[in-house]
């Protein structure tokens, strides 16, 4: 049994969740939730699962601990058979990495930074520094962002080309962050809202928060 640290609802732990729903891994995890809010994230005991002081975390049975979605997500995918989710091919593998770097880079983390500082983010007692012009400039950041993927879904169904993919989980996670921060869509970005209707169909997009124990 491995077990999943992380925060129900958050949009980084939801990109492990789904990523085990469509791997239907789902039964061989139990979940250990780590309250964000009250800063547990950052006490000694759990920096010693994860220096960066974030969630998820996958433990091992035999012990070990895997941060990083990205990380988490390629040991899943290795771990059961089809769908893969990061690559049959080298030049598949390959577009899928630089498209998950992509939205993590552009839209995901730029929203995150921009829930931590220019917002009240996990509240005074866990955020100790915010720069809110910095958050407001990722927040910009963000938005350019969108409208790029936005122009990726008018050419291709997914975010990394044919096939659903590790990088569409990650623009999903985005999309999540952005409408828990209630961060407007850009206008005309209907490629990209289209292929967000669709992600909302898969079963692992709802399954991610029925997660538990
Ligand atoms: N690069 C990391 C990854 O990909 O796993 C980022 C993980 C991350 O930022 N996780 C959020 C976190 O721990 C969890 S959530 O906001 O999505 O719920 N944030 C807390 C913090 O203090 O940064």
Redo the contacts with the bound molecule.
Sequence with gaps: MMTIH??A???????VRIALAEKGLADRVRFRSVD?YK?D??RPEFLEKNY?????VLELADGSFI????A?TQYLDTLAGPPTLTGATPRDAGMIHMMNKRA?LEVL?PI?VY??HATP??GPD?ELYQNPEWGLRQRDRALRGLRYFDGVLRRQPHVAGDAFSMADIALI?GML?AGIVQLPIPEGCEALLEWHGRMRERPSYRGRVTMSG
């Design positions: 992380d925060w609802t958050g949009p980084y732990p939801a990109r964000l800063g994230h950052k960066s002081g974030t969630l998820p941060a990083e979605c990205t988490i993590e983390d995150s829930f931590h983010g996990l866990v996670g962050f």
